[in-house]
């Protein structure tokens, strides 16, 4: 019994392994793909921005992030080199978290009640939702609000750094788990080269 036990759990863990790297690859890999062509694409603006952050040679760190964002979204959809190209992916959600979003709190959102209970802004998010309540006054008395919200509701974005730490978590787990089996060129490389 103990033995169709352990074979069942191997089964689950080799499943659960195989679809974890691969739904974090097809999660992540657009992100990082549009992040990086933006940063490209404006690369001026970035970098002034950047400048503004006090992030030295701003204009090259511009192309640096858009490049590594870049080239690493396409390494994570052919799943190649994905156990090495998340360590300096995650390294620009260090940055993106120290110096955009640190000083807003850990919630992107203001949520009106506390989803973490590590949040050091408080302040901001009753801000946030008194702001937000203003605003959906002012859209619903000088605006047609119904047209306006019927693809969403109005919100304020507080922009903490909660997405940059959940890629974060969500890179280092595929620095862990690998890019997976069957659907990247990792395993297949290590398949060819574990024949020889």
């Known amino acids: 019994m103990t033995g169709l036990i352990q074979t069942l ?11 974890a790297s691969v739904g974090l690859r097809v999660y992540l890999a657009p992100i990082f793909i549009l992040a990086g062509t933006n940063k490209l694409s404006h690369a001026e603006s970035i970098g002034q921005y950047f400048g503004s952050l006090g992030i030295p040679a701003p204009e090259l760190m511009a192309y640096v992030a858009g490049g590594t964002e870049l080239v690493g979204g396409w390494l994570l959809v052919a799943g190649l080199a994905v156990r ?4 300096p992916l995650m390294f620009t959600m260090v940055v993106a978290a ?6 807003n709190g850990w919630h992107v959102g203001p949520e009106t009640e506390l989803t973490a209970p590590w949040e050091w802004r408080e302040d901001l998010i009753e801000a946030g939702v008194e702001r937000r309540s203003k605003a959906r006054s002012l859209l619903r008395r000088h ?4 047209y306006l919200t019927e693809a969403g509701s109005i919100t304020i974005n507080k ?21 997976g089996k069957f659907v990247s060129v990792d395993y297949w490389l290590g398949r060819f080269f574990k024949k020889e």
Request: overall charge negative; proline content about 0%.
């Open 9 to 19: 759990q191997g089964v689950v863990a080799s499943v659960g392994a195989f679809l």
């Open 84 to 87: 090495w190209i998340v360590i």
């Open 98 to 103: 120290t110096t955009v979003h640190w000083e």
């Open 143 to 146: 605006g047609n609000y119904s």
């Open 159 to 179: 922009n903490g750094i909660e997405w940059a730490a959940t890629y974060f978590l969500m890179l280092m787990a595929l620095m862990g788990l690998g890019a």
